[in-house]
């Protein structure tokens, strides 16, 4: 067989894709033909140069497509994971919320509740939200990983606030109930003499002192009630006042200074103008009773503080 015939065939020889009679002539003549035995040599190693080269990359791409894989189901076990820990604090969180609310109402009994951060200011501002940031980071938290799949990086961070904020909430929601940045405070008349539930000695004190009803002639009638309660203290104050027909006002001036005999209280008047202070005990009650006679004006002003 010639060289030229053979040198087509070596290729197919070397990947072994000849026939059995081709395979046989051509390693005939290699024993035979320097010339072609070079040939066939620099064909072989080019075609083990070439084979070794395309077992590299594809080693290679598998190798990065394992890691991949291996990121991906990492990042998925770590993603549940943390949405697991998300879905936990939001519920766990909502219900000690829940409960801290209405615990603190139940202990308290406010009957007009309003947000009342007394002198603490800022603390007990921080102290009405705290206990309520863990739930709101966890739901954040949950949402990102849920909705926002291209800013899942962004749950990692919540998580990291989410940590001490549970920390912080926690001590805070004691606190909440110890020290509650809510009082019982209303100005509608319609509520006149209506004040909370567990202060009967201090309703016995006001009953003997305050009108029992705002009197039907009077003008520019003003009435404000507080009650705050921790678990240190108590605070209520109470007052009202309102201008009366001269005939009407002379009537409880004079009331209210016979009263003054029984209540070892003592009157400074000037110019017209009177106020009465004393003191109800054994509730140990601070009463005013303050006049004006010039506009026919009285006002009754009632406040108590205990110590626990």
Request: with cysteine; net charge neutral; aromatic share 12%.
């Amino acid at each position: 067989m010639k060289c030229e015939i053979i040198k087509d065939l070596l290729p197919l020889y070397i990947e072994n894709l000849c026939s059995e009679a081709s395979r046989i002539e051509i390693e005939n003549h290699l024993e035979t033909c320097k010339e072609c035995q070079q040939e066939y040599t620099q064909l072989r190693q080019d075609y083990i140069s070439k084979t070794s080269s395309q077992t590299t990359e594809d080693f290679l791409e598998e190798k990065a497509l394992f890691d991949k894989s291996k990121r991906e189901i990492k990042e998925s076990f770590v993603n549940k994971v943390i949405k697991k820990f998300f879905t936990v604090i939001s519920i766990l969180g909502s219900f000690i919320n829940v409960a801290m609310v209405i615990i603190t109402f139940i202990i308290y009994q406010y009957k007009y509740p309003k947000l009342y951060f007394k002198e603490l200011g800022s603390t007990q501002i921080l102290i009405l939200i705290l206990p309520f940031l863990p739930t709101i980071l966890a739901l954040i938290g949950r949402t990102i990983i849920w909705k926002c799949k291209k800013y899942k990086f962004l749950s990692k961070i919540v998580l990291v606030g989410t940590i001490p904020a549970i920390l912080a909430g926690g001590f805070c929601t004691l606190f909440f109930m110890l020290i509650p940045p809510v009082s019982s405070t209303t100005k509608n008349l319609s509520n006149y003499m209506k004040i909370d539930g567990d202060t009967e000695q201090f309703e016995s004190c006001v009953n003997s002192f305050f009108p029992n009803q705002i009197p039907v002639s009077a003008k520019q009638a003003d009435y404000f009630y507080q009650r705050y309660s921790s678990f240190f203290e108590e605070e209520v104050n109470m007052e009202a006042s309102w201008i009366l027909t001269p005939l009407e006002y002379d009537t409880i001036k004079q009331q209210a200074l016979e009263l003054r005999q029984f209540k070892n209280s003592h009157l400074s008047e000037s110019g017209g103008n009177g106020t009465i202070l004393g003191t109800l005990q054994p509730e140990n009650v601070t009463i005013v009773f303050e006049y004006n006679d010039n506009i026919k004006k009285v006002t009754y002003r009632a406040y108590t503080t205990k110590n626990y």
